[in-house]
Nanobody, 117 residues
Framework: QLQASGGGLVQSGDSLRLSCAAS????????MGWFRQTPGKEREFVAQ????????IYADSVKGRFTISRDNAKNTVYLQMNMLKPEETAVYYC????????????WGQGTEVTVSS
């Protein structure tokens, strides 16, 4: 089970840190990702981190502004978002990918981020 938190209302240019806590003992077995979705649009990939936390992938639109990290001791993955833009207003979801292959099989409930201009 994945529980995302940290969303809220911020102004353009502000920062926000999302957290996603995972239950269970096998957190290290999963690559973790963050996605976002706005009404009427498809879910969009934001960032991914591998099981050990030493390899990350970002969508071009967030490179240099967002940082994904994980703490395997706390079963938690984070998304630090800096210089937020109004168009990044969305519901942000964390997801888990078993052994880092295939589809993301587990999804959190989402946390809403609103960026005002």
């Amino acid at each position: 089970q994945l529980q995302a938190s940290g969303g809220g209302l911020v102004q353009s240019g502000d920062s926000l840190r999302l957290s996603c806590a995972a239950s269970g003992r096998s957190f290290r077995s999963y690559s973790m990702g963050w996605f976002r979705q706005t009404p009427g649009k498809e879910r969009e990939f934001v960032a991914q981190i591998n099981r050990s936390g030493d390899s990350t992938i970002y969508a071009d639109s967030v490179k240099g502004r967002f940082t994904i990290s994980r703490d395997n001791a706390k079963n938690t993955v984070y998304l630090q978002m800096n210089m937020l833009k109004p168009e990044e207003t969305a519901v942000y979801y964390c997801a888990a990918q078993y052994l880092g292959v295939g589809r993301y099989g587990y999804w959190g409930q989402g946390t809403e981020v609103t960026v005002s201009s």
